[in-house]
RNA sequence: GCGCCCGUAGCUCAGUUGGAUAGAGCAUCGGAUUCCUAAUCCGGGGGCCACAGGUUCGAAUCCUGUCGGGCGCACCA
């Protein structure tokens, strides 16, 4: 598809082809080495369109001066017709003016690829494994998920438009002992629907009133049969149904943020099908599993520390502290245990494993990594897996910390949350911050300042535009590109700034940073509310002028397809591209 | 005590994986609406990029150490 190839690919492209006729006229060395060669915008626009480096990175192998180089290679820039200007600059750096007409093409390619501008291949071929969410089933979704959720649904969104094939996978943790604590929870609650005073929930339990329906509809299906029975007779049944009904639950919440999985795995179903006894055997045949005794940790004093042989997987091998159990003294999976089954299992449908966690789940990261690396080189498929951790969002209302945890039942749901302030508040915010730095939310703040939030702003622009093609339509006037020669130096720059988005979402999708788009599109709208100002103090410089329609027909186009970039980028990030605030 | 993450303007944060004179928003000061949405725009002031070394043509970015904040540290998930 080289003819929908984006502006600065192609001009990297041509830097490309220069180099490699500068080696076949013996200025450089053949075969020289060139990933340190970039092409990018500078950050000073002053600077031009386009700088490279390429004369300061290969000077040495030229032997030669970076200056001297650097004139090679701009009298062959010079001969293209889209670039209007090569200079040198400061210790070598090679800035490159692009003629409007190169500006043009990307607006046409823009206008030709619609939503599809932006769509890259960089990942075409690969399928890539995104698990995130995969909160305990024990209870509404509350803000302690919020930020791994929204960043893991946009991390898939940006994987998926940069060409891979995506898997969005939630991970149920319906087989440990806080799924029993949840059943234990319903039956009080069961027993409550049918009438008996159940007094205070005991410590321990999970007290929350979402658990009271679940146990109304157990009473209604099941009866009062099992009031009296022990628990071995009804916890199974229990817990199978509470963690239906979480999941339920779980999945309407998710759903009022716009996010949605293809697939759900149980833990449970993972155990059934032996998946844990079968990672257990292979690495116990490796010696990277054997039966010992764990010191105790230092620094930290425990009364009740016993010591217990258990399985134990040689994670110190690969880096971690300690060797870590894969079963509890009961014979049961550890987490740990059934988790790096399920990443096998993980990985025996993609090419590449990503995970989005907490930071509180910081401290495991290194056992899983040294898992899935020795099981996945150990069969022959090593897997490249990353763990991407999500800081802690302090959630703050009227200047209060507000309590997180699921076992106090006083919790900020999600659904709350997106009814005080909306879905498109909650995503961009959490999306408007690198996902590894601590961050506050500020409740009353997001509420009371609504107006300053960064999504209104890149809203206003795109619902700006709308409003403007309404406008001009009702003059008569519609966007076309039949004569763009009006265009001038301001319109190229707003182009210049829409251009970059193909660079964007390739660098986001690489570094696994949603963010990126983030700010992306606040400065494309900056670039977008500059422009329109523009008709403020100068009426010639307004969208719509009456008096000139071919002019107005152009800066229409252009409008237009400034607010498609603006909504394949919002797509992206989940949220709506508003026609009018 | 150990491991991981972070430290950039008064505040909240970006910084194109090592590039040129470090940028936005809020706050503050001063301007722009008979005119396409002023939920916007233009301009001023504000910095030892926590600190100290090191790597190189070049460091906020990479390495080492120190200080400060967060998270975690047996068979909990």
Redesign the pocket.
């Known amino acids: 598809m080289s003819d929908t190839k984006t502006l600065y690919a192609a001009f990297a492209a041509k830097i490309d082809a220069v180099l490699s006729a500068l080696e076949a006229e013996a200025v450089l060395p053949p075969d020289c080495p060139r990933q340190n060669v ?1 092409v ?5 626009p002053s ?1 031009g369109d386009l ?1 490279t ?1 390429a004369a ?2 290969l000077a040495k192998q030229a032997k030669t001066n970076p200056r001297a180089l650097a004139e090679k290679i701009v009298e062959h820039l010079t001969r293209d017709p889209l670039i209007e200007s090569a200079e040198i ?3 070598g ?1 090679i ?1 490159l003016r692009l003629a409007d007409t190169a500006w043009l093409e990307e607006l046409a390619a823009i206008a030709k690829l619609g939503a599809e501008y932006g769509r890259s291949t960089i990942g075409a071929g690969k399928r890539v494994n995104v698990e995130y969410v995969s909160a ?1 089933p024990t209870g509404p979704m509350h803000m302690g998920h919020c930020r791994g959720a929204v960043v893991g649904d946009a991390l898939a969104s940006l994987l998926e438009y940069a060409g891979h094939d995506v898997i969005r996978e939630y991970y149920v ?1 319906d087989a ?3 799924v029993d604590v949840l059943a234990r929870s319903a039956f009080l609650r069961y027993k409550e629907a049918l009438g008996h005073d159940i007094g205070a929930i005991p410590e321990g339990l999970y007290p929350g009133d979402y658990l009271k329906p679940v146990g109304e509809a157990l009473a209604k299906e099941l009866g009062d049969r099992f009031v009296d029975e022990p628990e071995d007779e009804w916890l199974p049944i229990f817990r199978a149904q509470a963690v239906t009904a979480m999941m339920e639950q779980i999945r309407a919440d998710l759903a009022l943020l716009g996010i949605k999985h293809n697939v759900f795995s149980s833990e449970a179903a993972l155990q059934m099908a032996g998946k844990p006894e079968q990672a257990e055997k292979w690495l116990r045949e490796h010696d990277l599993v054997y039966d010992g005794v ?1 010191e ?5 004093v ?1 009364d ?3 010591p ?1 042989e ?1 399985p134990l997987f040689r994670s110190t091998r690969f880096g971690d ?2 060797d870590r ?1 894969i079963r ?3 014979g049961k999976w ?3 245990g059934a988790d790096l089954a399920y990443h096998m299992q993980k990985a025996e449908g993609a090419d590449e494993l990503i995970d989005i966690w907490g ?8 056992r899983i990594k040294a898992a899935v690396a020795a099981l996945s080189e150990g069969q022959g498929k090593p897997i490249p897996f990353d763990v991407k ?1 999500v ?2 969002v302090q959630l703050l209302r009227n200047g209060e910390p507000a309590k997180m945890s699921k076992r106090s039942g006083n919790f900020v749901t999600i659904a709350d949350m997106v009814e005080e302030v909306g879905k498109d508040v909650v995503r961009f915010t959490m999306l ?3 996902p ?5 939310f500020d409740f009353a703040k997001v509420v009371e300042t609504s ?2 939030n960064p999504v ?2 890149v809203q ?1 622009a795109h ?2 535009i ?3 093609l309404r ?1 001009g339509a009702a003059e008569g006037l519609e966007p076309s590109d039949a004569d763009l020669s009006g265009l001038g130096a301001d319109e190229m720059a707003l182009i210049a700034q829409a251009a970059q988005f193909p660079r964007e979402v390739e ?1 986001a999708a ?2 696994r ?1 949603p ?2 788009i983030a ?1 992306y599109l ?1 400065d494309l709208a ?1 670039a977008f ?2 422009y ?6 100068d ?1 010639q410089k ?3 002028l009456a008096q000139d329609p071919a002019l107005s027909a152009a800066r229409l186009f252009l409008s237009v397809q400034i607010g498609q970039v603006l909504r394949n980028g919002l797509a992206l990030l989940g949220v709506d591209a508003v026609e ?2």
């Open positions: 970039s990018e915008p500078p950050r000073d600077h700088a480096n300061m990175v600059a400061g210790p750096f800035n305990n943790n440990g002992g806080q764990l105790q940790p230092k620094g930290k425990l009740d520390w016993e217990v258990l502290d300690q159990p509890k003294s009961d550890t987490y740990f930071a509180d789940h910081a401290g495991t990261v290194k951790l800081q802690m408007t911050r690198k590894d730095a601590q961050m506050d107006k300053d209104f702003y206003y619902a700006r709308c409003s403007t406008k660098a690489k570094a940073e963010h990126r700010f606040y900056s509310h500059s329109y100002n523009l008709g403020n103090d009426a307004r969208i719509i009018e605030l």
